[in-house]
């Protein structure tokens, strides 16, 4: 089978498992009397210079076979019908094959006026990237950062060094925003001090805790297995915390594992300028019809709004400044990391 199908098929399936998340590791302090109201609160927000509507995206993942154009296809619409950013997924086979285009052009063809963001791996150079986001005339470009699925994918790539500097070309002379991601792992604050340092202003942290391009990688090998990375890995939560130091000067977005509203919220809370899903919103497509998943997206907005008025937090930054309780193994981490959580749950006045 396909590489990219075999991938949209594992992460199906694993998206049908019940897991543990870091998410359940914070709490919100109960407000009493929020004295707002539901009208009075604004969910927009605003990263690598685009506007949202709403705090939330879809992350990039797919495209180069004819399965996942039908999933682009979908995905697009959904983005298109509830005004949401949209990735596609990797165009790294696009630049070899012209004949993967159209799985790709779907997704601008279905939204012409939407936020599109191209894909490429931190391994690809400046002109790749320019040729990435003309195939799909993009509005910028994901860069993702995946050594642990490279190391655990028989097929992987075994050269690492150089991608600071691909992405610091590309930075400096694509012309469109460029966000780099994760696709799973998370981050550290080493990493998003390296980032910022070569001028990139947007983050997505991708941290552990939802799709497992370990597990998913690991079943795709006949033998010698790498079993023992399945757990390796930031936590998105984690992550969140080792980004504390730059949620003020950089555009972090959360991703990996957001099961619901009050992990979008938990994450907003923690300095996240937007929250990206990329399993959920696939399932959501696959087993839904479109006008029940178009619903369901416009249900988040909606419980979104709803938690924000029970914090008294009338809009983003209000709610970055709720008290937000950090337990167990995740207050662990973040003390030996000297991240302050006494700070995070007493910020309200
Ligand atoms: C991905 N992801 C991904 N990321 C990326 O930057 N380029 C890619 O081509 C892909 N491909 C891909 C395929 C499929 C089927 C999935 C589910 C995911 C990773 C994705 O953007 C995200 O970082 C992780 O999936 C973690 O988020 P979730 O799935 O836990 O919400």
Redesign the pocket.
Known sequence: MNRKDE??KL?LDFHKEKRLSDFDNIDFVHNVFPEINMNDVDITTNIAGYDLNHPFHI????GGSELTKKYNQMLAILARETKTFM?V??LSIALKDESTHDSFKIARRENPNGIIFA?LGADKTLEDAKKACEIIDADGI?I?V?VCQEIVMPEGERQFSGWLDNISKIVDGLGLPVLV????FGMSKPAIKSLKEIGVTTI?V?GK???N?AKIENSRRTNDKYNFLENYGNSTVVSLLEAQEYINNIDIIA????RNSMDIVKSLSLGAKSV?????F?SLVNELGMEEAIEEVNNWKYQIKSIMTLLGAKNISELQKTDIIIRNEVREWAELRNIDVKKLANRKK
């Not at 992350?59 to 797919?62: A, H, L, Q, Y």
């Not at 991601?181 to 799973?184: I, T, Y």
Request: aromatic share 2%.
């Open positions: 991938h949209l992460a992350n990039g993942m797919t990735g997924g990797s894909n994901q993702h995946n991601k994760e696709v799973g997505d991708s805790g939802g799709t391009f991703s990996g594992g957001i990206a899903m990329a399993g959920r696939l």
